[in-house]
């Protein structure tokens, strides 16, 4: 008896949802209901429109809702979280299992189960180490970048169920290709072009005039009933859902091979990094406006376990969503209930059947995705980088250009190399500058911003402002020289400002022994101001202040500047001595 109570005093540590459910209030019972069933009106279309994106049956978008919302709701660490198919995830999850199945349904099915297993534990991988950080090289840039060419890698996709027309596979050039040949050839289906453009247009105008409608619901069940009344699957030869399977989802252990393992591996990487910027903005938001606190590493614990059963139960890789969680916080959630309910909701209607959707036409679930491109589709922040910074462009332009043209995941590697490469020609070409007195100022600024700024005479203040380490020792000592030959006095002293300094590796080291036999060979004396204690200490275990010096130290430029005024009796006043 004691370990059981033993053991249900550590629940709250790694299953938070049984900790909601021990104090659950009754009076949040009603919301908790409402916002569930609110939350399936949508959960319903837009999972079978996610899947059929990511290249599999719409019935298994129902089973990628079904078991995450359940699995989540235990192990989640936020309260109102929505899991469930994701728009962004879709064009990853189609590039990396469609090569691999060759146009078999059932291998895509079990490659996608693999692939949300792999994503599952990358995710717990990187709860557990706390590896978040990990996310943070998928930059702004890369990720404005990356979201638009999905944006419109699945915008194409979608366009041919829009049409009428059969959809293509391969890569955006290759859709668009066919696509054009198609419009050439005149193969599109007036009737699914109606459709299509009306429930898109019905769907934005609910939206925006009535945002608290069930909007995509009522598309569905309207378009369904038309197309049921009027037998257009035989008389218009229009594409519809067809009967879907009866039954709850069944676990399945998706087997593959070993080669599609290491296939699959880096996508499920990405995917697990992409989920993980998204979950921990939106459950951080979240906490902060009800007042409470998450774990980051929690939930990645829980955002991989999610992903490992759906994967178990013929779902695909899922990830927190920025669309639906809002629907559920909106319709008055106050626990993760609002999930379970929004889950058995489906259970029900995955058991009772689903004969009432056959007649839905495709064209419906295009319109659907093609809604969820336009909301996060961001052009205006590439136009914004363009005009504030080019190099995040080109870095955002990169990522854009790399995912549609050439591939999801290639598209990311190049990007993340190219970002890499940015930031090494940062840290090797960092900002220097030789700083002056400006009358009526505090402190010492560059001369290139205030060229109206004094110089002590025969003092060079020179600030580095990164770190010094092998790839930039040597641009240090050549700006230091050239400093010290465009000085307007002869120079006598050599201040380095090194607050910025935050490391010195051996190479740089050797480059400061270097420099300072160099200066002292023209009698200049070699200075730091503000260089931390602890880059100090790192100097003395290499030996170098055994070379340069113990005493050529100061703690700041002011005082560096006292020091070499009274050592060398400069004549030079201070405009608040004036």
Request: net charge positive; proline share 4%; with cysteine.
């Amino acid at each position: 008896m004691r370990l059981v109570w033993k053991n249900i005093r550590l629940l709250p540590g790694w299953a938070p949802g049984v900790n909601t459910l021990l104090h659950y209030q009754r009076a949040w019972l009603l919301r908790d209901l409402v916002a569930g069933l609110a939350l399936t009106a949508i959960l319903v279309p837009v999972g079978m429109g996610y899947a059929e994106a990511s290249g599999l049956p719409a019935i298994h978008g129902l089973y990628a809702t079904l078991i995450p919302l359940i699995v989540y709701a235990i192990f989640g660490p936020s309260r109102i979280l929505v899991l469930g198919p994701d728009s962004t995830l879709a064009a990853v999850i189609a590039a990396l299992i469609l090569p691999l199945a060759a146009g078999s349904v059932e291998r895509a099915v079990v490659l996608a189960g693999m692939l949300a297993i792999l994503s599952g534990l990358c995710s717990m991988l990187i709860g557990m180490a706390r590896l978040g950080l990990l996310a943070d090289l998928l930059s702004k840039p890369i990720r404005v970048g990356f979201l638009n060419a999905i944006a419109l890698t699945v915008l194409i996709g979608q366009i041919p169920k829009i049409l009428g027309i059969p959809a293509t596979g391969g890569g955006l050039p290759d859709q668009l290709a066919q696509l054009l040949q198609s419009l050439a050839n005149g193969q599109v289906n007036g009737v699914a072009l109606l459709i299509g453009c009306a429930s898109l247009a019905l769907i934005l105008l609910l939206a925006r005039l009535r945002p608290r409608w069930p909007g995509l619901l009522l598309v569905v069940l309207l378009a369904t009933g038309v197309s049921a009344w009027l037998n257009l699957a035989d008389t218009a030869h229009l594409a519809v859902l067809g009967r879907l399977p009866q039954g709850l989802p069944q676990w399945h252990l998706p087997l593959v091979s070993w080669h599609d393992v290491m296939q699959l591996l880096p996508g499920a990487a990405i995917i697990s990094l992409l989920s993980f910027t998204d979950t921990s903005v939106l459950s951080r938001a979240l906490a902060q406006r009800g007042g409470y606190r998450v774990s980051q590493s929690q939930e990645m614990v829980a955002l991989g376990l999610a992903n490992i059963a759906t994967g178990l139960f013929q779902g695909f890789s899922v990830s927190s969503s920025a669309s639906r969680t809002p629907v559920a916080e909106a319709a008055g959630a106050k626990t993760q209930m609002t999930g379970v309910v929004g889950a058995l909701a489906i259970a029900v209607l995955l058991v009772s059947g689903t004969g009432w959707l056959q007649s839905l036409p495709s064209a419906v679930l295009g319109a659907v995705v093609i809604v969820a491109c336009l909301s996060f589709a961001d052009v205006a922040a590439m136009r914004e980088m363009y005009r504030q910074r080019k190099v995040e462009f080109a870095l955002s332009l990169t990522s854009f250009v790399g995912v549609a043209l050439i591939g999801v995941i290639e598209g990311i590697v190049i990007t993340l190399a190219l970002a890499m490469l940015v930031l090494l020609w940062n840290a090797w070409h960092p900002y220097f500058a030789v700083l002056a007195r400006v009358d009526g100022a505090k402190g010492y600024h560059d001369i290139t911003r205030h060229p109206e700024g004094r110089r002590v005479p025969g003092l060079v203040l020179f600030r580095w402002d990164a770190q010094l380490f092998f790839a930039n020792g040597e641009i240090f000592k050549e700006q230091v020289q050239s400093a010290i030959a465009t000085a307007p006095t002869p120079t006598r002293r050599l201040v380095v400002v090194a607050d910025a300094i935050t490391d010195i590796d051996l190479t740089a080291a050797d480059m400061l022994v270097s420099l300072h036999r160099d200066l002292k060979q023209q009698g200049i004396e070699f200075w730091f101001a503000g260089l931390k204690g602890q880059v100090k200490d790192r100097l003395k275990n290499y030996g170098t202040l055994d070379v340069i010096g113990h005493d050529i130290f100061a703690p700041t430029v002011g005082n560096a500047v006292n020091r070499y005024r009274t050592s060398h009796a400069v004549d030079w006043k201070d405009w608040d001595e004036v």
